[in-house]
């Protein structure tokens, strides 16, 4: 399993940026996916989820109206368009499975398999 995220950076608060998410060795269009961000000092929360078959998303209320998740399951990539950007959204984002991915299947649910994130920073 592998986890590849980039295109986070330095951005002025109202800025936007995309991730990306490159996934390889599991069966990525048959799961549930999510992006995560740790700010440090702080525990490591969903910030959006998408289904495997992109019927529907859920967004924690924070970023509810300026983030959009979505997926490329013939590339086994995950996005997530951030837009309007504030500094309380600085933090290292990070790609994974769904927390009920994470839970329930055996192989997530002892296996440790985050990749190394990638930074935003927003200034304000």
């Known amino acids: 399993v592998q986890l590849v995220e980039s295109g986070g950076g330095l951005v002025q608060s109202g800025g936007s940026l995309t991730l990306s998410c490159a996934a390889s060795?599991?069966?990525?269009?048959?799961?549930?996916m999510a992006w995560y961000r740790q700010a440090p000092g702080k525990e490591r929360d969903v910030v959006a989820h998408i289904s495997a078959d992109v019927s529907y998303s859920t967004y924690v209320v924070p970023v509810r109206g300026r983030f959009n998740i979505s997926r490329d399951n013939e590339k086994n990539t995950l996005f997530m368009q951030m837009n309007s950007l504030k500094p309380e959204d600085t933090a290292k984002y990070y790609c994974?499975?769904?927390?009920?991915?994470?839970?329930?299947?055996?192989?997530?649910?002892?296996?440790?398999?985050w990749g190394q994130g990638t930074q935003v920073t927003v200034s304000s």
């Open positions: 060795g599991f069966a990525f269009s048959g799961l549930g």
């Open positions: 994974y499975v769904d927390p009920a991915t994470r839970w329930t299947i055996q192989q997530w649910r002892e296996s440790d398999f």
